[in-house]
């Protein structure tokens, strides 16, 4: 049974950093692209992170590029999403993503 679990988010300053981590389960994470998404009150879902099963990284969205790198360990099945200098707009819940499976995700809110 497939199953993606975030941990790591929490309530953060703007210009802060948080590390999202995504634990897979029934299956690994070494053989298949993984995704992360997020979407704030009242918006769509916004993808903002993808690597690949090899680990190479799609482009990011001008949204986060160069404040966010996403990564994986193969041998903890885990995916990350390492996010620097947040801001504001960046609050949302943060899901990982595989095909059609999902997170639960995690709450990030940037505030003073």
């Known amino acids: 049974q497939v199953q993606l679990a975030e941990s790591g988010g929490g309530l953060v300053q703007p210009g802060g950093s948080l590390r999202l981590s995504c634990t897979a389960s029934?299956?690994?994470?070494?053989?298949?692209?993984m995704m992360w998404y997020r979407q704030a009150q009242g918006k769509e879902r916004e993808w903002v992170a993808a690597?690949?099963?090899?680990?190479?990284?799609?482009p990011y969205p001008d949204s986060v590029k160069g404040r966010f790198t996403i990564s994986k360990e193969n041998a903890k099945n885990t995916v990350f999403l390492q996010m620097n200098n947040l801001r504001t707009e960046d609050t949302a819940v943060y899901y990982c993503?595989?095909?059609?499976?999902w997170g639960q995700g995690t709450q990030v809110p940037v505030s003073s």
């Open positions: 029934g299956f690994t994470v070494s053989t298949y692209s």
């Open positions: 993503n595989r095909n059609t499976y």
């Open positions: 690597i690949g099963a090899t680990g190479d990284v799609a």
